[in-house]
């Protein structure tokens, strides 16, 4: 995987954007489990921070059919098209 790649909504850097992705975002913002593995990875939204709403978004595309998540989107490694503060993602060979 190229430097600076990720699936977008990702959390848990495992390659699939499912329910322990919003379950990692949660679990990090409101039970302090410590720093999340790639920001810019679980921002969902892709609003330049990781938050609430970004749980919220996987659980709606998932569970609600949702409008899709940004690009790269969920589906597909790529870098972050959208410049913001968030560290870059180091991902390994594999995405």
């Known amino acids: 995987m190229a430097s600076g790649a990720s699936r977008r909504g990702d959390a848990d850097v495992n390659l699939v954007v499912e329910l322990t992705?919003?379950?990692r975002i949660l679990t990090a913002l409101?039970?302090?489990t410590g720093r999340l593995d790639c920001e810019d990875a679980a921002d969902a939204n892709d609003?330049?921070?990781v938050d609430l709403s970004d749980?919220?978004?996987i659980l709606v595309v998932l569970?609600?059919?949702g409008a899709a998540i940004p690009p790269p989107g969920m589906s597909f490694c790529g870098p972050d098209p959208t410049?913001?503060?968030l560290p870059i993602c180091l991902y390994g060979a594999d995405c």
């Open 83 to 85: 410049p913001d503060r």
């Open 21 to 23: 992705d919003a379950v």
């Open 63 to 65: 569970f609600l059919g």
């Open 47 to 49: 609003d330049g921070e």
């Open 55 to 57: 749980a919220i978004k």
């Open 30 to 32: 409101f039970f302090g």
